[in-house]
């Protein structure tokens, strides 16, 4: 019997990449882990993955590790994905996410490594017109997060067309949320300011109020909304992307989310619910480049990839975050 694949995981300790880790060696592959510890967490990465601490942009550590070993395949998480961040950084976005993807795309091609998966985002939309947002919706991002990811996804489909042998699979996620339902791992990084998580941490006390960015957006309750996708649902969108290019199929670009989404106060009330704890709001002007709704058409991910979530419940969602964020000691 031959060997599983090995896969090389970029930025395997963060958030999703960890989930992402643990299905990997939930379904049998060879799991190695490159991630320069910037945000991630090194207990994060379960064994028997195998954690390397490095940084992409160290061209000759990447390259010793792809010659080293015999990846069958690269999943890209490694980047720098704050907002406003990027907004008053642009450079440092450029270079760790554009640039860098570049190198990782010419260590991949130099070692024949023959598939690549590319974490993106809904970001590459901005403001859709329409929704639910589907694959072939214009791409009009709004700011440099936006802008870099897009960047990237046009180097690696030109580096597809160029090299046949080189296939992929872009996911582009809407929005990410929930913990491993087992509560092995989690979303760890404590500033993180995403919705359920800031929301999950203001109920524990340890986040004084939450603000409501925005009530008056058009929407039935004024606030904004979002397609909250859970990340072991996601994860296993990874592996099935693996078995996709695996089996020989083009490559193809799908939108993570499960079709339907949620305002902040439904978000605000689930919260409530599940912990049983009221929970201090206070609300705030609109935050610059947020859209009012942002939801996924997912057909094409389920039709092409039989992709069965089973964790498409805001409940469920909220349930892992809720019970995660309770056993951090902050
Ligand atoms: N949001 C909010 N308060 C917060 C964090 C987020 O009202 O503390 C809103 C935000 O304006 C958006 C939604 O919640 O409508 C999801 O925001 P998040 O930052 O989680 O993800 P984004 O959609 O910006 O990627």
Sequence with gaps: MSPAPKILVTGGAGYIGSHTVLALNEAGYRVVVYDNLSSGHPEAVLPPAKLL?????????LDSLLAEEQFSAIIHFAASIVVPESISHPLHYYHNNTIKTTGLIQAALKHQIRHFIFSSTAAVYGSPEHLPVSENAPLNPINPYGRSKLMSEWILRDATQAYPYFRHVILRYFN????????????STPEATHLIKAACRTVLGRKEKLEIFGTDYPTPDGTGIRDYIHVTDLAKAHVLALEHLAA????DIFNCGY????????????????????LQTHTSPRRTGDPAQLVA?????????????????IEKIVKSAYQWEKQRPY
């Design 53 to 61: 601490a490095g940084d992409l942009g160290d061209s000759a550590k």
């Design 297 to 313: 058409d997912p057909e094409k991910l389920r039709r092409t990839f039989n992709w069965k979530p089973q964790f498409d419940d």
């Design 176 to 187: 990410v949320a929930g913990a491993d339902p087992r509560g092995r791992i989690g979303q």
């Design 248 to 251: 020989d199929s083009d490559s």
């Design 259 to 278: 079709g339907h989404g949620y305002s902040v106060r439904e978000i605000i009330a689930a919260v409530q619910k599940i912990s049983g704890l009221p």
